[in-house]
């Protein structure tokens, strides 16, 4: 996947077209809440049941793919936060693409459940460069229950990752992908083999450990795990230092959760060597949005040694001028 060319003119066109039909975003969501819950199910595109792979590739228009993959946590109130950046689309791809943040994004799209509660605990679409990302994103159903024991299943998720993805980027470059992962609650401590088999079809015959899981994911992503402030979680200690101890650095604590899209296309930039953290700013002053204090506040966390430009994407680390600027902005900012 990850042919074509995305278009703001599309993107608002339908997004026009489903206000004047009384259309809502998320169709396919709202839809099928109004059935009994016998009949809730992923979107077909986005299934994951019987999936090879899903694959980030090169091609002539796109000759250097940059994958990145976006789950997010769809129980309880986390539900609003796809909303929020569905909203925000365009100016995503307008900082990864006409910004220059990233050589030929393509961005896939995800949703987290609870596996031993809920009817959907996972749901995966494909990487796309065009405006099949928006129709992917409006797929997900947001089933908005989770097991109210402060855990979700992000480690399936982690095994997909690790396990079902394939991108040129990895293969020919050396260059890993993005995965970013909006939630605000742990993990499980071991994905139970029967979650596997049922989610995702796969012949596993024991359980996994979690944060052997994680480890495996990032030895071809950049993970970040972004803790929006949309419940009580995002102060709760056991659940900042699980994240912590899991991906260190990489715990993103937003105080903002509309400003999704913003802290992503800046930590993509930066991590890139394409941009820094006063430039990042600027573009989102330029682009009319509000979010730079929240974005530097989160990522005031990322500190690296220095790296050279034929390191990036083997490292994943941020320069130390980076790293430092981050800090003193985020302290001009707070």
Request: net charge negative.
């Amino acid at each position: 996947m990850g042919n074509g060319a995305w278009s703001d003119r599309a993107y608002t066109a339908a997004a026009t077209f489903r206000r004047r039909s009384g259309a809502t975003d998320f169709g396919y969501s709202d839809d099928l809440r109004r059935r009994p819950t016998s009949q809730w199910k992923a979107h077909a595109d986005l299934d994951p049941l019987g999936v090879g792979v899903r694959e980030s590739r090169d091609s002539a228009e796109h000759p250097n793919s940059t994958p990145i993959a976006v789950f997010f946590d769809v129980t309880g109130s986390m539900g609003s936060v796809p909303r929020q950046m569905q909203a925000e689309l365009s100016k995503l791809h307008g900082l990864l693409q006409r910004k220059g943040y990233a050589e030929d994004p393509q961005i896939m799209f995800g949703a987290i459940g609870d596996a031993d509660t809920d009817y959907v605990p996972l749901q995966v679409g494909q990487f796309e460069s065009d405006n099949r990302m928006d129709e992917q994103l409006r797929s997900i159903f947001l089933e908005g229950n989770g097991g109210g024991q402060m855990s979700e299943s992000y480690e399936l998720a982690a095994y997909f990752m690790a396990r079902h993805t394939a991108t040129d980027a990895w293969e020919k470059r050396g260059r890993k992908g993005y995965l970013f992962v909006i939630g605000d609650e742990t993990c499980k401590p071991r994905l139970r083999a029967k979650h596997v088999r049922s989610i995702l079809g796969d012949r596993v015959g024991e359980d996994l450990d979690t944060a052997a899981l994680w480890r495996e994911v990032q030895e071809r992503w950049e993970v970040f795990f972004v803790l929006p402030r949309q419940t009580a979680h995002y102060d709760n200690p056991t659940v900042n230092q699980h994240w912590a101890d899991l991906l260190g650095e990489r715990l993103l604590r937003l105080d903002d959760p509309a400003a999704v899209c913003d802290l992503i296309a800046l930590t993509v930039g930066l991590l890139e060597d394409s941009i820094d953290l006063d430039e990042g700013l600027d573009d989102l002053r330029d682009l009319g949005s509000a979010s730079g204090p929240s974005v530097g506040r989160a990522l005031a966390t990322i500190g690296a040694p220095a790296r050279t430009p034929a390191a990036r994407g083997a490292t994943g680390r941020l320069p130390a001028t980076v790293a430092s600027g981050l800090a003193a902005d985020a302290d001009d900012l707070a």
